[in-house]
């Protein structure tokens, strides 16, 4: 619900807003947020009528990996860069899917040099108790990688 709040929060902004989805391709999550997102807009504005513009709604569906609360290689290397250098601590299944996917984005030049970027973290922390095995070894396993290259340097 949070993506599609947003999207009707800022209908009538000039924000680009854009979900990275943790769990379902981009076809099927975009029409599901949409349809929360008009559904939303309807009650606010008690309009029953009212159609969502299907650009409204922005969906990345490229860090989803092999699957909902399954890790990636860039979910493992956002957690350990959070946590190591914001002391943020991510869940590896919405938040830090999400964060992977914004370092991604940085990295491919896919943002104005300049532009202001928000990163909206949602929670998560419950699971962090499930995953600790699996956050550890990556946060871990960062460390030794970032350890050896100062080694080469």
Do not use: W
């Not at 975009?30 to 409204?56: F, G, K, M, Q, V």
């Not at 493992?76 to 830090?96: C, K, N, Q």
């Not at 699971?127 to 460390?143: D, F, I, R």
């Amino acid at each position: 619900g949070t993506h599609a709040g947003l999207t009707v929060g800022l209908l009538e902004s000039d924000i680009d807003l854009v979900g990275i989805s943790t769990r379902h391709p981009k076809d099927r999550q975009h029409a599901h947020i949409r349809s929360l997102a008009e559904r939303t807009y309807r009650h606010i504005a008690n309009d029953p009528s009212y159609d969502l513009p299907a650009d409204a709604v922005a969906v990345n569906d490229g860090y989803v990996g092999p699957g909902y609360s399954l890790p990636t290689e860039g979910m493992e290397e956002a957690v350990a860069m959070f946590a190591r250098s914001e002391g943020i601590l991510l869940d590896p299944v919405y938040t830090g899917k999400a964060a992977a996917g914004l370092i991604d984005l940085v990295r491919r030049g896919e943002f104005r040099e300049g532009s202001n970027i928000l990163f909206l973290h949602t929670g998560g922390a419950p699971s962090l108790y499930h995953y600790q095995p699996l956050l550890l070894l990556a946060v871990k396993e960062k460390k030794d990688d970032n350890d050896e290259e100062k080694k080469c340097a």
